[in-house]
């Protein structure tokens, strides 16, 4: 009725009326907040992380970044312009991908890999599924996958190599005495694999298993979780830097608390229930074995990167806040299996990518509840 | 007697910029009477109104013009002493040609209502009740124009406890419920006891968002003085659509209209403050209901202001005798910017459920150009009916008319919430306004 009522007003003021008054359906005042506003800010959030990355690892990072950031954006324009659609690769969203994914490959990747990536998250994870709003998977996260999968190598090896007079290698080594050799294998990895592996040093190296996990459960290494200074992709180590930007999102009210505290709870519930019941061998050894081990699995790996930063991608979530907790628990309970039972030392990225296949489900089945209605809406 | 809570209210909702300050605490004024009223019969959900009079003839300020048709109609008045020259069609808010009656002032004020001495309404019956208010074509004035005497008269079937005065005032921009409630909170609090004895309930609540501190004060004074215990003052959150009216019942007495019902299935009705002074006026003085109080805001008007304003006034009119405007009016709207109807000519007279009209200028107007939806939920958390105004969005956009069946679009309640916060900046309300439209052809359609 209304838009009768509008084209009837409209072809009658073209026809009558000297003065052109504007038409619209209500509401005539809309939020400030635009899709390109929220993307960008979201750009912007990911910066301290990624600013920091490039103190870290040097111009190497930058170089990635930016290549990745950029590759992303033309890859888009590219596509919108060869498929004569509207060109949008200005909105920030396609900014978002590249810059996430360069933060997540290890710092010495080689940049034509990451160019490649970004053109395989906007072109295949994003585009062809009918661009911004239609895609399944986060594309940042399709794509590391995809590199994972095309050259595993760069993907697991290309990690920074701490030199010895770096001040968290001295550290370090001064903890538990650690023969250098075994030194080298704990620094020049991940603190995750190192703690996946840790079995293997402790037989390659005749550590002792105290030595090792004194050495993970360290005050030092913990400190170095918290500021970055640990080997890990470019952009996850510094969980300081990230909640910066994570809090600025959430002061601009960009993402809400429940997809990322529900995710770390569930990581920090999960584990604390696993350690509590196997513990490692010499955790005995340790004060405050369980807490420090939980807090080394949210502040390791890319978990505070992926609760705040892709778990929260608003394509890729559920639309109401009880799916995006179900959502949010399904993650982290997947990303603990993977760290504790799977192949790889890391589960995040893959427990986003497996929940976003559930959320079209999750969508589905969980509904609010209809005003005036006794209980909520299920299925159909 | 008076209590004040800090309450939720109700589930979703949206803060928008207030702006109320263009008119907030402005004093009322009265406007001119205007050379010439565009009345039309239609200003109220329902039939339209009967005209009775003839062009040519003479009528006196007050006097019956046009006669309810039905139960579900209102009568209505001339607001001007004059002379009927023409019945027209002609462009109003409810339809691009509505038929009016075209009255020229003239002559002198011998007003058709009475002496200025108010009845004693404490000896009438309901019955008397509900026909002064009938004979005085009282709307609901908060913007619905639903008639007031049916409301009012709710079947036997369903008994009503609970008087609800709307006084939350949500939508942006508009004061003029705050102003009445600050000029005028003796008047109000007599019209809630004709209105209660009306509906023959003991208990009344008036609900005030908490951003109208002076007419919560005014309205508590009053109620300390009168000593009136069945009447109780709730300040609420200011929140968007607060004064909705499921969603203020939600939030006063925690009751929940079932989807699909009305607020007398719950035992309440729900009045707006406008309404309630109107309904006094009425029965006291039987004074039609010719004339309201209206807000007139907006970036680009230079003296914004609450004006108490004839129906049948045309915008054009209203304009000159509130000293113009700032610039060349882009875009006028009739009502709150959340709900209000844009209009393409300031020939629209104002009507009944008129509460405002705002002007804005040349850097108000944004770009109509939507995006695909992004699917952040952000419509979801703000939608107050409990709705998946994208999934609705997506589903009317595509034209899977079948699949919308099952969304409870007909519970959707027009605040336009999920319009306002959507970042993409999706026409959500318009196009669940379109889907019902299809599902009402769909299902006569099929029978």
């Known amino acids: ?380 | 007697m008076f209590f004040s809570r800090f309450i939720a209210g109700f589930k979703g909702g949206i803060h928008p910029p207030e702006n109320k300050f263009y008119s907030e605490g402005k004093k009322f004024s009265y406007l001119p009477i205007p050379h010439v009223c565009y009345v039309p019969l239609q200003q109220h959900i329902g039939k339209p109104a009967r005209p009775i009079v003839e062009v040519g003839q003479a009528v006196e300020e007050g006097q019956l013009i046009g006669e309810a048709d039905g139960f579900i109609s209102a009568n209505v008045h001339s607001p001007v002493p004059g002379k009927v020259i023409d019945i027209v069609h002609h462009p109003t808010v409810f339809s691009p040609k509505s038929l009016c009656i075209v009255i020229e002032t003239e002559g002198a004020f011998t007003s058709s209502q009475q002496s200025r001495v108010p009845s004693s309404w404490e000896s009438f019956s309901r019955d008397e009740l509900i026909a002064s208010i009938k004979e005085a074509g009282i709307v609901g004035l908060g913007g619905a124009a639903f008639p007031t005497h049916v409301k009012l008269s709710p079947p036997a079937t369903k008994p009503i406890d609970t008087l609800i005065v709307n006084g939350a005032e949500c939508e942006p921009y508009l004061t003029v419920d705050d102003m009445l409630m600050q000029t005028f909170p003796h008047e109000i609090i007599e019209g809630i006891r004709i209105a209660m004895k009306t509906l023959g309930v003991e208990r009344a609540i008036i609900g005030v968002e908490d951003n109208k501190p002076d007419a919560i004060r005014a309205l508590r004074k009053v109620l300390l003085e009168t000593n009136a215990p069945t009447i109780t003052l709730v300040s609420l959150k200011t929140k968007y659509p607060q004064g909705a009216e499921k969603q203020l019942i939600k939030a006063l007495l925690r009751r929940e209209v079932p989807s699909g019902g009305l607020p007398m299935d719950v035992g309440v009705v729900v009045q707006n403050v406008g309404t309630i002074y109107a309904i006094r006026e009425a029965v006291l003085y039987k004074k039609p209901l010719y004339e309201r109080f209206i807000t007139i805001s907006g970036p680009i008007v230079k003296n914004p202001g609450n004006y108490k304003v004839r129906f049948g006034t045309k915008i054009s009119d209203i304009i000159d005798e509130i000293g113009g405007l700032l610039d060349e009016p882009v875009k006028v709207i009739m009502g709150g910017p959340m709900c209000g109807i844009a209009l393409d000519t300031l020939e629209i007279p104002v009507v009944k459920g008129t509460s405002g009209v705002l002007f804005f200028g040349k850097n108000k107007i944004e770009s109509e150009n939507f995006l695909t939806c992004i699917r952040c939920g952000r419509c979801v958390a703000a939608c107050p009916a409990g709705l998946l105004p994208c999934d609705i969005s997506i589903l009317v956009e595509k034209n899977l008319t079948d699949a919308l069946a099952m969304y409870h679009l007909f519970d959707c309640i027009m605040c336009g919430s999920c319009s306002f916060v959507c970042p993409s900046k999706r026409p959500i309300s318009h196009f669940i306004k379109l889907g019902q439209q299809r599902l009402k052809s769909a299902s006569t359609r099929m029978t």
Request: aromatic share 10%; charged share 10%; proline share 6%.
């Open chain 1, 1 to 380: 009725m209304a838009e009768d009522i509008n084209t009837q007003h409209t072809e009658r003021t073209q026809k009558t009326s000297k003065m052109q008054l504007v038409l619209s359906v209500p509401p005539h005042v809309r939020d400030s907040q635009s899709v390109t506003y929220i993307m960008w800010c979201v750009v912007i959030s990911l910066l301290p992380a990624a600013g920091y990355s490039c103190y870290l690892y040097g111009l190497k990072a930058a170089k990635l970044l930016i290549a990745s950031t950029i590759s992303a954006i033309i890859a888009e324009a590219a596509y919108q312009m060869l498929m004569k659609k509207k060109i949008t690769a200005h909105d920030g969203s396609a900014a978002i991908t590249g810059l996430l994914l360069a933060m997540n490959v290890p710092p010495h990747a080689p940049v034509w890999m990451v160019c490649i990536g970004s053109a395989f998250a906007i072109i295949i994870a994003k585009q062809l599924f009918g661009g911004i709003g239609f895609n399944i998977f986060n594309p940042a996260l399709a794509a590391r996958a995809f590199l994972m999968a095309s050259w595993p190598v760069h993907m697991t090896t290309a990690w920074h190599q701490f030199n010895p007079g770096n001040i968290l290698a001295k550290d370090i080594a001064n903890i538990a005495n650690l023969p250098p050799t075994a030194f080298d294998a704990i620094t020049s990895a991940t603190p995750l694999a190192c703690l996946k592996s840790a079995p293997q040093i402790i037989a390659d190296y005749g550590a002792s298993a105290e030595a090792v996990l004194q050495t993970l459960l360290s005050n030092t290494m913990l400190k170095s979780l918290f500021i970055g200074s640990v080997g890990g992709c470019l952009g996850e180590t510094s969980a300081l830097f990230l909640l910066i930007g994570a809090t600025f999102l959430f002061i601009k009210r960009i993402i809400s608390w429940h997809i990322p505290i529900t995710y770390i709870l569930t990581v920090a519930i999960f584990m604390g229930i696993y350690y509590a019941l196997r513990p490692l061998p010499g955790a005995e050894s340790i004060d405050h074995f369980l807490p420090r081990m939980v807090l080394f699995h949210i502040l390791s790996g890319g978990l505070i990167l992926g609760a705040f930063f892709m778990a929260t991608d608003m394509v890729t979530s559920p639309v109401t806040h009880i799916g995006m907790i179900i959502y949010a628990i399904g993650c982290g309970v997947i990303a603990s299996i993977i760290r504790l039972w799977g192949g790889y030392p890391e589960g995040v990225s893959y427990s986003i990518l497996l929940m976003n296949a559930i959320v079209p489900l999750i969508d589905r089945y969980i509904k609010p509840k209809v005003f005036g209605t006794l209980k909520r809406t299920t299925g159909e």
